[in-house]
């Protein structure tokens, strides 16, 4: 994104109140104060200045370029005050020309924020929704393969290993590469040239027997 004209991307904390989302919205559009303009800095973040400032400085970019992108993660967590005021920022002319692009990031909760009274002029202006659901055990491979080639190491694991923690994930990404890590880092223990279904057994076997043990010895 960074290597596009005319996009200024930016990240914006889901918990942050309406003081510090306008703080750290000055900065993204590339209002960061100095020493010497303190006072300004403070008038961009009062409740009506701030909002009116920021509409004007977002509309100095350019009518053709895509200009700020704002990505909010953890949506579902933000306050309603922030979501309706990123609402309002967004857009102007009665919607006609957007002044900020906003990509929402969440979980399932934050559909259902969008359904709520307060959040519904909000949710009605969402132009593409992408919502993703568990992976497929084929798309778990796919990714796996993806990620040993792009690593320069296409024969690291075995086919049926492969296997193993594509039924292991349980449609998750996350799960998969944390279950991959802990065996990379098993196998650079051991210094194996490759990962298999043995080495899968004995790290897992071995973390569950652990408590186990404990449990054994408290009694």
């Not at 009506?48 to 004007?56: D, E, I, K, N, P």
């Not at 491979?141 to 349980?170: F, I, N, Q, V, Y």
């Not at 790290?203 to 408290?218: G, L, V």
Request: aromatic share 4%; proline share 5%; net charge positive.
């Amino acid at each position: 994104m960074n290597a596009k004209k005319n996009i200024a991307p930016g990240i914006l904390s889901s918990r942050a109140g309406l003081g510090k989302q306008r703080r750290q919205l000055v900065v993204q559009c590339a209002l960061q104060h100095s020493p010497g303009t303190t006072s300004q800095f403070e008038r961009w973040t009062k409740p009506l200045q701030g909002s009116v400032h920021l509409r004007f400085r977002l509309q100095t970019f350019h009518p053709r370029s895509l200009g700020p992108v704002l990505i909010l993660d953890e949506a579902q967590e933000a306050l309603t005050q922030v979501l309706t005021e990123l609402r309002v920022l967004a857009s102007k002319e009665l919607d006609s020309r957007q002044l900020l692009c906003v990509v929402f990031a969440g979980d399932s909760r934050l559909v259902d924020r969008f359904r709520t009274p307060e959040l519904q002029p909000l949710g009605s202006r969402i132009r593409r929704r992408l919502t993703l659901d568990y992976a497929s055990r084929d798309e778990l491979l796919a990714c796996l393969d993806h990620l040993r080639e792009s690593a320069g190491s296409p024969t690291l694991m075995t086919t049926e290993l492969k296997s193993t923690l594509a039924d292991h994930a349980a449609g998750n990404y996350r799960v998969l590469m944390n279950l991959s890590d802990e065996l990379l880092a098993a196998a650079a223990e051991r210094e194996l040239p490759r990962l298999d279904e043995k080495l899968f057994l004995d790290t897992f076997n071995q973390q569950h027997a652990k408590p186990a043990k404990a449990a054994a010895k408290r009694r």
